[in-house]
């Protein structure tokens, strides 16, 4: 694979916040790739950019780019994508640090273009090498319903204190589960009376979390859906305390757990995601073992798809599942070690796209490329419908 042409520019995404986007041009044609941004970000996730911030990471990566035009690389699988690591190793050493959004996004297109080189799709070129190409199944959505936390604006001056309220069909095929949802989504603006959307598209409401969940069992009653949501805990998490302000009451460890374990009876939740702050494995482990048979105890701030914390988190028995964020890591050959890890420890994986989002719809082929369970995103707006859309296609691809 030549590389003729590389250029980085710096593109706004769906938070209207900078990020980064790459065009590469090899003998195949042009590839492009973006990074999405969280704001619940997990402490343990890689930096995104350099500490002086995007503007620095574009000059440094700028530089890079200079320095790999007129290289060949030779990009078989997703392994090989060890030689541009060397190099952004030697190149970060001597510069500075470009961060997990800018290696993210070099990785990403690089794999773009080495799928076109070798005439496949970006989730075949992936699969073939993960699954040896056996044909793979489709994931199921786990779509965001309603918002609140660190996602929504303050609607009559209150917002639930959880992240996301979610909604998880299950049907024979993906564009199924994607109508079901979209009919659901419009089914809960209804009972919730809500005008606005939030990051991901969620409805915004001034509900507590249980008024929320009330609703949300409506609706997944009605349409046959299993329902979640993201506590997204370590954003209202200090010293010790949870501080909930949408009824005003503080939960220590231990209520917190209780708490969770409650919401998971009473609602009949089956997905359950950060329930606990970020550090606390002992306290996912309590949810877990309390978990109704088939439930899932996500990890995603906890786990931060680093690999030394998956490992402990499953050690401990502290999560059946986990979110696969590539940007948390920042490197593709990282996501493959976790995948390969989940694999072989039957822990359901959920590829998730981040509250930022760009129209790339890479997130779509990896989730079917590395045989995710589930692909989390939005039920509604551009750059989530793009990478829904694109499961869709490749579904349709499938079978025909
Ligand atoms: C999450 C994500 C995506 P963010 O917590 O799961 O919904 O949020 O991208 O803000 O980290
Ligand atoms: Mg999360």
Same mark, same amino acid.
């Given at each position: ?6 250029? %980085? ?33 997990? &402490? ?15 000059? $440094?990566?700028? !530089?890079?780019?200079?320095? @790999? ?26 510069? #500075? ?5 800018? *290696?993210? *996004?070099?990785?990403?297109?690089? =794999? ?9 799709? =970006? ?15 489709? %994931?199921? %959505? ?26 998880? %069909? ?6 199924? !589960? ?13 009972? $919730? ?22 609703? $949300? ?31 005003? $009451? ?13 919401? !998971? ?16 494995? #002992? ?19 906890? *786990?931060? *798809?680093? =690999? ?27 996501? &493959? ?5 989940? &694999?072989?420890? &039957? @822990? ?49 691809? =499938?079978?025909?």
């Amino acid at each position: 694979m030549f590389i003729k042409r590389v250029v %980085p520019r710096i593109i706004r995404n769906s938070r209207n916040e900078k990020t980064i986007q790459i065009e590469l041009t090899t003998y195949e044609g042009k590839f492009i790739a973006s990074a999405p941004s969280g704001k619940s970000t997990g &402490k343990h996730e890689v930096p995104s950019y350099n500490s002086k911030g995007i503007g620095r990471s574009r000059v $440094l990566l700028k !530089a890079f780019c200079k320095r @790999i035009t007129g290289k060949n690389y030779l990009l078989k699988k997703i392994d090989d994508l060890k030689k541009l690591r060397s190099a952004i190793g030697k190149f970060e050493a001597r510069f #500075g640090r470009m961060g997990g959004n800018v *290696t993210y *996004t070099l990785d990403a297109v690089f =794999l773009k273009a080495a799928a076109a080189d070798k005439n496949k799709e =970006l989730w075949e070129f992936i699969n073939d090498e993960v699954n040896n190409g056996l044909k793979p199944k489709m %994931p199921m %959505p786990v779509g965001n319903c309603i918002g609140g936390g660190l996602h929504s604006k303050l609607t009559r001056g209150k917002r639930p204190d959880f992240q996301e309220f979610l909604l998880i %069909p299950k049907e024979a095929s993906f564009s199924k !589960a994607v109508t079901k949802n979209f009919h659901a989504y419009l089914y809960a603006k209804g009972l $919730l009376k809500a005008q606005k959307r939030g990051d991901e598209g969620a409805w915004r409401t001034d509900k507590t979390n249980e008024e929320v969940l009330d609703i $949300l069992k409506k609706v997944g009653k009605k349409y046959g859906v299993r329902i979640g949501m993201d506590i997204a805990a370590s954003t209202f998490y200090d010293k010790g305390y949870y501080l909930y302000k949408n009824k005003n $009451l503080i939960r220590d460890k231990v209520d917190q757990a209780d708490y969770m374990e409650r919401l !998971a009876k009473k609602f009949g939740v089956f997905y359950m995601e950060d329930g606990m702050q970020e550090e606390d494995f #002992g306290g996912f482990r309590e949810t877990l073992s309390a978990a109704r048979k088939g439930a899932l105890v996500v990890g995603d701030d906890l *786990t931060t *798809t680093n =690999l030394a914390r998956v490992r402990r988190a499953v050690a401990g028995k502290s999560i059946n599942a986990m979110i696969i964020k590539p940007n948390q890591i920042g490197s593709m050959i990282e996501v &493959k070690k976790v995948v390969e890890f989940c &694999k072989r420890h &039957k @822990i359901k994986m959920i590829f998730s796209h981040r509250s930022g989002e760009t129209m790339d719809n890479a997130l779509a082929d990896f989730a079917v490329g590395f045989g995710a369970h589930f692909i989390k995103c939005g039920i509604y707006g551009r750059e989530r419908l793009i990478k829904l859309k694109r499961v869709m296609d490749i579904e349709k691809g =499938l079978n025909k």
